[in-house]
């Protein structure tokens, strides 16, 4: 097994001790409020097909999915309205795609955001990313978002992000307003 294989087994392992634990406490207060924490990315695929991507992306990826799931699932990135752009690529994003812009729920666009969140999320007590692997994942999340949100597939981004919202509008109405209170 190459190293990051085993690394990835130990992430893996450590995620489903992780999920046992969690069930056995049960009671109050996790569970009764994990339905109003859930984000519409969590209904949405947690793994994505990265064939196509540079090497090195590949490698952020592999650490989102195991390392970004300590808390929440890997959807929740992978499925999130976050995109990061430049000043100029957003202008052009505009452009292209007047209507999906003006809806801050489809695409949320702003320069650096996945490096901010990455750290955000690393500040949290428990994160197990640590050191430069934030900035590989932060890399994979801004390249990814690039791929799969702009461009020839802008489209098809907001029609899955659109049947995300809502879903989750009907079947957690209290969680989607607390997430959207103007909607
Ligand atoms: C220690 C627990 C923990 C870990 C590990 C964790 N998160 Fe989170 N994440 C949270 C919590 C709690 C929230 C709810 C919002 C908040 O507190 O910021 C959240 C929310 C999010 C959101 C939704 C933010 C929004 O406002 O739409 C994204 C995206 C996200 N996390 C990405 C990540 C990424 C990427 C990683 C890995 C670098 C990660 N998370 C690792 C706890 C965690």
């Not at 955000?120 to 690039?146: E, N, Y």
């Given at each position: 097994?190459n190293?990051?294989?085993?690394?990835?087994?130990?992430?893996?392992?450590?995620?489903?001790?992780?999920?046992?634990?969690?069930?056995?406490?049960?009671?109050?207060?996790?569970?009764?409020?994990?339905?109003?924490?859930?984000?519409?990315?969590?209904?949405?695929?947690?793994?994505?097909?990265?064939?196509?991507?540079?090497?090195?992306?590949r490698?952020?990826?592999?650490?989102?999915?195991?390392?970004?799931?300590?808390?929440?699932?890997?959807?929740?990135?992978?499925?999130?309205?976050?995109?990061?752009?430049?000043?100029?690529?957003?202008?052009?994003?505009?452009?292209?795609?007047?209507?999906?812009?003006?809806?801050?729920?489809?695409?949320?666009?702003?320069?650096?955001?996945?490096?901010?969140?990455?750290?955000?999320?690393?500040?949290?007590?428990g994160?197990?990313?640590?050191?430069?692997?934030?900035?590989?994942?932060?890399?994979?999340?801004?390249?990814?978002?690039?791929?799969?949100?702009?461009?020839?597939?802008?489209?098809?981004?907001?029609?899955?992000?659109?049947?995300?919202?809502?879903?989750?509008?009907?079947?957690?109405?209290?969680?989607?307003?607390?997430?959207?209170?103007?909607e």
């Amino acid at each position: 097994m190459n190293r990051l294989w085993t690394f990835a087994l130990i992430g893996a392992l450590a995620a489903s001790a992780g999920a046992t634990e969690k069930k056995e406490k049960g009671g109050a207060p996790e569970s009764s409020t994990a339905s109003s924490d859930l984000y519409p990315n969590d209904f949405g695929p947690a793994e994505l097909d990265v064939s196509e991507y540079p090497k090195a992306i590949r490698e952020g990826y592999k650490l989102t999915v195991f390392k970004c799931a300590a808390c929440h699932t890997a959807a929740r990135p992978l499925n999130s309205q976050f995109l990061e752009l430049t000043k100029e690529e957003e202008e052009q994003f505009k452009k292209d795609n007047p209507d999906v812009y003006k809806d801050k729920r489809l695409v949320h666009i702003e320069d650096q955001i996945w490096k901010r969140y990455v750290k955000r999320m690393m500040s949290k007590p428990g994160c197990p990313v640590k050191g430069d692997d934030g900035k590989k994942i932060w890399q994979f999340l801004a390249h990814d978002s690039k791929s799969r949100k702009t461009g020839k597939n802008a489209g098809e981004w907001a029609a899955h992000r659109k049947k995300l919202l809502d879903d989750f509008k009907k079947n957690h109405k209290d969680a989607y307003q607390r997430l959207f209170p103007k909607e």
